[in-house]
């Protein structure tokens, strides 16, 4: 029985599109959505902008090799699978930035974070997938790119493949781990990420509750809020707002990137060419990437996915059995559940959708708990025969775990609808509350999980609420329009 929360456009002529060929730790900025936030600039981007443009910005990504002399790939599947790799280029800021955003600490020269990103066939759906930066891996035999030191395979966390082995053995790594082959490799460094923000003008983010961190600064009210670029960067890189740690970051994460997609397809700015210009330039700036992720791929791409929105993406991390594996001389590691993180790739490779189809519904607000988590006894605090029964079933049907046995309430004569609870659960209570705005919140001590509604002679309707973060579904995945702000 679930129990309540306590609070802790015409195409250009062309031939047949070309092939996109085939701190201290706690104090490392994670920089989840540096590479994302250029992802969506310039595959969204290049759909509304001139060749000439995309040419100039193209000529100014540093291009590399993750592929050279790789063998024994795993085959092709339908669609494009880019592999996005944030790194931790922390001796690029200035004293001052390192100072208002808490980055102390020497760079690790790791991955901070990964993400698989799968582009389906018919270029109507984006699937992002977040590989934890701390997952258990094993790396394949190679040539350390330090010492030059040749390395049997060994077992390590997944960011230190980049540490040993650069682009070339993180493609590898993941490859080995996912069965997935790589088209293409981009990496950005985090100093475009603020900046790039700010370019936008903002992100907006919303959350149900207050976030805070003491290690990065991260200081949010309940609520909506435009962050700039370093208020930005704080949301992404922290993992301290609670006991989810890094899992958490991740999802949140996702929620930043849902809600940049969702601006930048909304508002035009992709498809007016100085605002695009100076976006691109602005991330363009620390982006490296493979010779084959060049100007005719992203304007193909960025045609294609002219009608590309929120709704259009979908967020998932790899399906975790244990979140603290121990490995002797490494320490504590995320390991992947093997059996569902196979069919999760598997789905990648096949072109299918990860996020679970949902009917339509109409317009809920957010909350933090989910009214499937809330149990709840509503009383008739009125002369009026049959409200209590009424309340139930509105409940009940927004989602609430109600006792489907109303009983009548004391007083008879009770003018304002009235919630009861502990403030052992002043979060569930929060949530019922969304539901019947009119009502007085009570805190009674020692009341126990079942919230107590009262109805008064003013009671009317139960507005739809659902949980911030709704994911369902085999793969755990959510579209971008879920998880965004409404």
């Given at each position: 029985?679930?129990?309540?929360?306590?609070?802790?456009?015409?195409?250009?002529?062309?031939?047949?599109?070309?092939?996109?060929?085939?701190?201290?730790?706690?104090?490392?900025?994670?920089?989840?959505?540096?590479?994302?936030?250029?992802?969506?600039?310039?595959?969204?981007?290049?759909?509304?902008i001139g060749h000439a443009v995309v040419t100039n910005l193209e000529t100014g990504i540093d291009r590399i090799d993750p592929f050279k002399d790789m063998k024994n790939r795993p085959r092709a599947g339908n669609g494009t699978n880019l592999l996005l790799v944030g790194t931790d280029g922390r001796e690029s800021i200035t004293?001052?930035?390192?100072?208002?955003y808490r980055l102390g600490g020497v760079p690790c020269h790791c991955t901070d974070t990964i993400m698989l990103v799968h582009l389906s066939a018919d270029k109507e759906r984006a699937s992002i997938v977040s590989l934890p930066r701390d997952s258990y891996a094993e790396i394949p035999e190679h040539r350390d790119r330090n010492t030059g030191d040749?390395?049997?395979?060994?077992?390590v966390k997944l960011n230190a493949a980049y540490a040993e082995g650069g682009p070339n053995l993180t493609v590898r790594t993941v490859e080995d781990m996912t069965g997935v082959k790589i088209d293409h490799y981009l990496e950005v460094d985090f100093t475009s990420f603020m900046k790039t923000v700010d370019t936008l003008g903002?992100?907006?983010?919303?959350?149900?509750?207050?976030?805070?961190?003491?290690?990065?600064?991260?200081?949010?009210?309940?609520?909506?809020?435009?962050?700039?670029?370093?208020?930005?960067?704080?949301?992404?890189?922290?993992?301290?707002?609670?006991?989810?740690?890094?899992?958490?970051?991740?999802?949140?994460?996702?929620?930043?990137?849902?809600?940049?997609?969702k601006q930048t397809t909304s508002s035009g700015v992709l498809l007016n060419p100085v605002r695009f210009r100076d976006i691109a330039s602005t991330m363009l700036h620390s982006v490296r990437a493979d010779e084959g992720f060049g100007t005719e791929q992203m304007l193909d791409l960025g045609q294609a996915m002219r009608g590309f929105t929120a709704s259009s993406s979908e967020f998932t991390s790899v399906p975790v059995?244990?979140?603290?594996?121990?490995?002797?001389?490494?320490g504590s590691t995320v390991k992947w559940?093997?059996?569902?993180?196979?069919?999760?790739?598997?789905?990648?490779?096949?072109?299918?959708?990860?996020?679970?189809?949902?009917?339509?519904?109409?317009?809920?607000?957010?909350?933090?708990?989910?009214?499937?988590?809330?149990?709840?006894?509503?009383?008739?605090?009125?002369?009026?025969?049959?409200?209590?029964?009424?309340?139930?079933?509105?409940?009940?049907?927004?989602?609430?775990?109600?006792?489907?046995?109303?009983?009548?309430?004391?007083?008879?004569?009770?003018?304002?609808?009235?919630?009861?609870?502990?403030?052992?659960?002043?979060?569930?209570?929060?949530?019922?509350?969304?539901?019947?705005?009119?009502?007085?919140?009570?805190?009674?001590?020692?009341?126990?999980?079942?919230?107590?509604?009262?109805?008064?002679?003013?009671?009317?309707?139960?507005?739809?609420?659902?949980a911030e973060d709704t994911r369902r579904g085999e793969f755990a995945a959510v579209t971008g329009d879920q998880v965004a702000c409404p």
């Open positions: 029985m679930p129990t309540p929360h306590r609070s802790p456009r015409p195409p250009r002529p062309r031939a047949a599109p070309p092939q996109l060929r085939s701190r201290k730790q706690d104090e490392r900025p994670r920089w989840g959505m540096r590479m994302a936030t250029g992802l969506s600039v310039l595959v969204l981007g290049a759909g509304g004293p001052d930035e390192k100072r208002t040749e390395h049997a395979a060994h077992p903002g992100v907006q983010i919303c959350t149900t509750r207050p976030l805070k961190d003491s290690y990065t600064g991260l200081d949010l009210a309940a609520g909506t809020h435009r962050l700039n670029g370093g208020q930005a960067l704080q949301y992404v890189r922290s993992r301290h707002v609670d006991g989810a740690a890094d899992l958490g970051r991740m999802e949140r994460q996702q929620r930043f990137l849902a809600s940049l997609i059995s244990d979140p603290s594996y121990p490995v002797k001389g490494i559940d093997p059996r569902k993180s196979a069919k999760l790739f598997q789905a990648l490779r096949e072109d299918k959708p990860l996020a679970a189809k949902r009917p339509k519904q109409a317009a809920a607000k957010t909350v933090d708990v989910a009214p499937q988590q809330i149990r709840v006894q509503v009383y008739n605090g009125t002369p009026r025969d049959g409200l209590g029964r009424t309340a139930d079933d509105a409940l009940r049907a927004t989602g609430f775990h109600t006792t489907r046995a109303p009983l009548n309430g004391a007083p008879k004569d009770l003018k304002h609808t009235l919630i009861e609870y502990d403030p052992r659960w002043d979060r569930s209570a929060k949530s019922l509350a969304a539901a019947l705005p009119e009502a007085e919140l009570r805190a009674v001590k020692g009341q126990g999980a079942t919230m107590k509604v009262t109805t008064g002679t003013d009671f009317g309707k139960v507005e739809r609420v659902r």
